[in-house]
């Protein structure tokens, strides 16, 4: 598969870009009454110029189809997240046509406008890079989140396209200079354009610019100078600059918008880190014989080790009372020993249901001081909610007939995700069609507990367990009363059900990354992920889980580790690691892609002093650090595949043009990666400079963001990389 098969283009590096605002929401009605207000005033105004909005049934003088994206569902987006559009354009033959993409806010105000670029001639498909609003890292408890939630909302995107006359004379009268061929008659063509450029209403000129067109026009009616002089100056470089800037439009048509839902900061753009609270600040007591948890008051050092890592989402397991009946031991054994924590997934015992807290870890307050000094470390918490209940639940006894049973009367268990072949006791999955009406209010008053002592994430344990209807009342409710809480869906399962819990309201999803591991595999799936699939499901990618360790894992020691962190950090928005894996916690259970003594059956000692011989947490932290730095980072959609000659070499590049960042400069990140944790490989990396916005065939100047060093790079570049080196480079290019 090619580059340009592989990938949506990112051509469009060098238009323009008006200002960028935000607003709050108005409705939809409202917009195309305001559009249709526009549209009246400005053909009233100019009568050079015929304006035609093209309605959703009919085409105006330019007809403009097949705009992407479509879909049965709004696309979504991070606010000021780079995204793509496109769209087909037809006019008769022989004119000359260009086009913008207009983006609107929630109140119908331009907020941008971008030229965009054909990039199909045959087929005269033309595209351009957009973003609704600037890019924000405010969460929902800092001061400047007000600025931020005013923005969020349904945003809109037009393409506006239009005869460009101008373009169109200039074809013309270079040939017949060129053949010198009723040459009077070109000049004077383009003596009068110009003059009725200068007077148009519609190209919003100044006096200066008026009179630069005015003498262009002059000097082209001027036959005491000659035909070369006269040329010039209609074609020089301040009445080119006005033709990119200002031009001369006629017939100018708009598509019916496209509607874009903008979310908040944290709905695409997330960093990961998962730990348990009772396995921080845990000790060996030796002389009891068993190990002492920790608590949300000894947790803080995970706050503070995923901070000082460069995470800003931290997501705990669910902190609610384990069940007894049933209780797996260490390793997920069928029967607990007397010190076995069981697991907190198995929610609710006699000290309370999911909406209390386990006393061994805290209470309310110490929930709420926790998630307060997250917030203080700019950490969002983000808590796993579980649909599975513990035989001892208080809801099973309020409500017998929330869980379906056996023919002896006691609970149906779900199978062991460890044992696919056991069935399990711990936990007992609700059931939604017994009381779907009863179960949906549970759920949501338990959220929002959760939500009023300071958490603003939610990942759902095992989603598709259950109806996607389900999980689609519980967002809507939920989110109806806390708008800014997010949701993530753990769906490692089918792609219907994974697609079905996306368009049900979750941000992002889990997905299978942990095991695509072959070129073929992961060339794939990054461009599955970024293309505009990610308009509806943004995959998080994790190279493991606390409940997931792949054989690639297992194999590849300490280079697999830091291999597959580069590819998850690099190759989406949104990537996460569990707890340990700074230390590269490695073994696996025989015969399962699962850890050997999984820290959901156990608390786990950790000797954090151990982590700098192995570097990952320093390659975890340097990853973070690129992310933020690097607006191309930030996007679902500008990932290119490039051309590598070894089929272990793995190189991709994410472009995001000067006009969509904060300092009006490209940015551009080139990841290549070694795929194999024990041989060195070496390949050439082929790329087309141009679709970065570079000159082509000269050299430029790459910097390694991982080690500080330089290259020049330029269409073919030889690389070479070592597992006991470097198992990847990341690229800036250098402007």
């Given at each position: 598969m090619s580059e340009d098969t592989k990938t949506r283009k990112t051509a469009a590096t060098t238009t323009a870009t008006t200002t960028k605002t935000a607003?709050?929401?108005?409705?939809?009605?409202?917009?195309?009454?305001?559009?249709?207000?526009?549209?009246?005033?400005?053909?009233?105004?100019?009568?050079?110029?015929?304006?035609?909005?093209?309605?959703?049934?009919?085409?105006?003088?330019?007809?403009?189809?097949?705009?992407?994206?479509?879909?049965?569902?709004?696309?979504?987006?991070?606010?000021?997240?780079?995204?793509?559009?496109?769209?087909?354009?037809?006019?008769?033959?022989?004119?000359?046509?260009?086009?913008?993409?207009?983006?609107?806010?929630?109140?119908?105000?331009?907020?941008?406008?971008?030229?965009?670029?054909?990039?199909?001639?045959?087929?005269?498909?033309?595209?351009?890079?957009?973003?609704?609003?600037?890019?924000?890292?405010?969460?929902?408890?800092?001061?400047?989140?007000?600025?931020?939630?005013?923005?969020?909302?349904?945003?809109?995107?037009?393409?506006?396209?239009?005869?460009?006359?101008?373009?169109?004379?200039?074809?013309?009268?270079?040939?017949?200079?060129?053949?010198?061929?009723?040459?009077?008659?070109?000049?004077?063509?383009?003596?009068?354009?110009?003059?009725?450029?200068?007077?148009?209403?519609?190209?919003?000129?100044?006096?200066?610019?008026?009179?630069?067109?005015?003498?262009?026009?002059?000097?082209?009616?001027?036959?005491?100078?000659?035909?070369?002089?006269?040329?010039?100056?209609?074609?020089?470089?301040?009445?080119?600059?006005?033709?990119?800037?200002?031009?001369?439009?006629?017939?100018?048509?708009?598509?019916?918008?496209?509607?874009?839902?903008?979310?908040?900061?944290?709905?695409?753009?997330?960093?990961?880190?998962?730990?348990?609270?009772?396995?921080?600040g845990a000790a060996d007591d030796d002389a009891a014989g068993f190990t002492r948890p920790g608590t949300l008051a000894t947790a803080v050092s995970g706050l503070e080790r995923a901070a000082a890592e460069g995470f800003d989402t931290v997501c705990l397991p669910p902190i609610s009372p384990i069940g007894v009946t049933g209780r797996r031991g260490r390793n997920g054994a069928a029967h607990a020993g007397v010190h076995d924590p069981g697991s907190p997934y198995a929610v609710g015992s006699a000290g309370g249901a999911a909406d209390s807290v386990d006393p061994s870890l805290g209470t309310m307050d110490d929930v709420r001081a926790f998630t307060a000094k997250a917030h203080d470390l700019g950490l969002e918490v983000a808590l796993d909610v579980s649909l599975f209940v513990s035989p001892d639940n208080p809801w099973i006894a309020e409500h017998p007939q929330w869980v379906r049973r056996k023919a002896d009367g006691t609970p149906a268990g779900p199978l062991d995700f460890f044992d696919p072949q056991s069935e399990r006791e711990d936990m007992i999955p609700l059931d939604f069609d017994a009381d779907p009406d009863g179960i949906v209010k549970a759920i949501v008053h338990t959220l929002d507990v959760w939500v009023k002592a300071g958490v603003t994430v939610f990942r759902a344990v095992e989603p598709y367990r259950w109806p996607a209807q389900a999980w689609q009342r519980i967002i809507e409710q939920t989110r109806h009363a806390h708008p800014e809480v997010l949701f993530l869906a753990e769906s490692f399962t089918a792609p219907a059900m994974m697609g079905a819990l996306s368009r049900a309201g979750f941000t992002q999803s889990d997905c299978y990354f942990p095991w695509r591991n072959t070129k073929r595999e992961l060339e794939e799936y990054l461009f599955e992920a970024n293309s505009d699939a990610a308009y509806t499901q943004h995959d998080t990618f994790w190279p493991s889980t606390h409940r997931i360790l792949t054989d690639y894992l297992r194999d590849n020691g300490i280079a697999g580790y830091a291999i597959r962190a580069v590819l998850a950090a690099m190759g989406v928005p949104s990537w996460g690691i569990a707890s340990g894996y700074e230390l590269v916690e490695n073994k696996q259970q025989p015969g399962t892609q699962a850890p050997e003594n999984p820290e959901e059956y156990e608390i786990r000692v950790r000797d954090w002093s151990e982590a700098d011989k192995y570097g990952t947490a320093k390659l975890l932290t340097s990853l973070n650090a690129i992310r933020r730095r690097h607006p191309a980072a930030r996007s679902y959609h500008n990932l290119t595949i490039l051309d590598s000659s070894d089929a272990n070499i793995l190189a991709f590049a994410r472009h995001t043009p000067a006009e969509l960042t904060a300092d009006g400069k490209p940015d551009t990140l080139i990841v290549v990666v070694n795929l194999d944790g024990h041989e060195a490989h070496q390949s050439m990396i082929r790329l087309n400079p141009a679709a970065f916005g570079l000159p082509a065939g000269e050299p430029f100047t790459v910097a390694d963001e991982l080690t500080g060093r330089t290259f020049t790079w330029t269409n073919d570049n030889y690389v070479s990389l070592a597992p006991w080196a470097d198992v990847a480079h990341v690229l800036s290019v250098k402007r």
């Open positions: 607003s709050s929401t108005r409705t939809a009605a409202t917009r195309k009454r305001t559009t249709r207000r526009k549209t009246a005033a400005a053909t009233a105004k100019t009568s050079a110029v015929t304006s035609a909005r093209t309605a959703a049934a009919g085409f105006g003088r330019v007809a403009i189809y097949d705009t992407t994206p479509h879909g049965e569902t709004t696309p979504r987006v991070e606010l000021g997240e780079q995204f793509h559009v496109s769209a087909q354009l037809a006019a008769e033959q022989g004119l000359a046509l260009s086009a913008a993409a207009i983006v609107r806010n929630p109140r119908g105000k331009e907020t941008q406008r971008r030229t965009m670029i054909c990039t199909n001639p045959g087929l005269s498909r033309w595209e351009v890079d957009v973003q609704a609003g600037e890019p924000s890292d405010a969460r929902p408890w800092q001061s400047g989140w007000s600025a931020v939630k005013r923005q969020l909302g349904d945003w809109t995107v037009s393409i506006e396209a239009w005869l460009d006359p101008y373009a169109a004379w200039l074809e013309q009268a270079r040939k017949a200079v060129d053949a010198r061929e009723d040459v009077e008659n070109a000049l004077n063509a383009g003596a009068t354009l110009l003059r009725r450029w200068a007077s148009t209403r519609d190209a919003h000129l100044t006096a200066g610019e008026r009179s630069t067109l005015k003498k262009a026009a002059d000097t082209l009616g001027d036959r005491k100078l000659s035909v070369a002089e006269r040329f010039a100056a209609a074609t020089n470089d301040d009445v080119t600059a006005l033709h990119d800037a200002k031009p001369l439009r006629d017939g100018v048509s708009e598509s019916a918008p496209q509607m874009f839902h903008v979310e908040r900061p944290g709905s695409s753009f997330t960093a990961w880190y998962d730990f348990f609270p009772r396995s921080e």
